[in-house]
């Protein structure tokens, strides 16, 4: 379907355009930094992907929750975290979101809204349920967001979380990143050929498929299902189809895809590309503005890493702090 732009003010337009680079721009740039063997532990990385981010946690507020996958990145930026202490708790340092405790699976950062990454895969689904039960019982408008892969979406706890949502009226969203693997293992396979969505229908919720390269149609559809969950509407499911450009996890060998099947995306069908031929063709934005973006985003980039790398390691006698939780 062909998505509205009226109504999107350029503010809220280069703030996604930002969004989505930034997200792009680390991702690449983790993907060079991990060769050389300085960052501990796996890396996954949500380069393609940035378009659902974007759409999805724009139009959310700092009071809002979210709740990610071992591929947190996207979300995490796109949700507010601080790109440079990001980057530091990818690294293991002192200076990380986590002090170095979580790495590149578990960056979370609850002041605004980040309930973490999640080495569980569908881990993230029972999170929101409590976070929008809360909401519920407090009286708020607060909403809560989950991000599951299409193999997460087989996961009991996804559609348990489901059942749990219709029958509490939860102001939740289930957002599926079909992505078309679920690690090494095409849809084709562990899906029997129908759309995510289609499960909503078992459970009595609002559910939609989408573009997941297209920034503005999954906007439009995070919008209905945000402004239903906060005018007390209950849970909605948007599934959006999109493309991961690099395989599972850093140093997959991807044997299992089509070798022409991620630079045909990237060249037919990048969600930046597409973004900036369709704010630029219509007016909305000029070229000028987005490689300011791309400068700006760039040195940001730049900087996380080298701070990084000059970061102090986390002390040895911090080692068992916050392990348990102290009242």
């Known amino acids: 379907m062909m ?4 109504g999107i003010g350029p503010d809220e337009l280069l703030g996604a ?26 890396v996954h990385l949500y380069a393609g992907e940035e378009a659902v981010a974007a759409g999805v946690c724009g139009l959310l507020t700092a009071d809002d929750y979210i709740a990610s996958t071992h591929r947190g990145h996207g979300h995490a930026i796109a949700k507010g975290c601080d790109v440079m202490a990001m980057m530091a708790e990818i690294y293991g340092k002192a200076t990380g979101l986590c002090k170095g405790r979580g790495g590149s699976m578990h960056i979370a950062d609850v002041d605004v809204g980040m309930l973490g990454a999640n080495g569980i895969v569908g881990g993230g689904p029972p999170l929101v349920c409590g976070a929008g039960l809360k909401a519920k019982i407090t009286g708020t408008d607060q909403v809560a967001v989950s991000f599951t892969g299409d193999g997460g979406s087989n996961q009991g706890t996804f559609l348990e979380s489901l059942n749990l949502a219709s029958v ?21 396979y562990h899906q029997k050929g129908i759309d995510v969505a289609k499960r909503g229908d078992a459970f009595g919720i609002p559910a939609m498929t989408v573009d997941g390269q297209d920034y503005f149609e999954v906007r439009e559809a995070a919008q209905a299902a945000i402004g239903r969950a906060r005018a007390g509407g209950g849970p909605s499911l948007l599934e959006c189809k999109t493309v991961r450009y690099y395989g599972h996890f850093e140093g997959d060998q991807q044997t299992y895809r089509p070798a022409d099947e991620v630079p045909t995306a ?47 390691e986390p002390a040895l006698e911090t080692l068992t702090e916050d392990v348990y939780v102290s009242y």
């Open 17 to 42: 355009y930002r969004t989505m680079r930034t997200i792009r721009e680390f991702e690449e740039r983790l993907h060079r930094e991990f060769s050389t063997g300085a960052i501990p532990g796996f």
């Open 266 to 312: 990237r060249a037919e069908h990048d969600p930046l590309t597409l973004f900036e031929q369709r704010v630029t063709a219509s007016g909305l934005l000029d070229a000028g503005q987005l490689r300011e973006i791309d400068r700006e985003v760039g040195e940001l980039i730049d900087r996380s890493v080298e701070q990084a790398k000059a970061a102090p």
């Open 168 to 188: 509490w009226d939860l102001p939740v969203i289930f957002v599926v990143e079909n992505n078309g693997y679920a690690e090494a293992t095409s849809s084709r």
């Open 3 to 6: 998505s509205q732009t009226t």
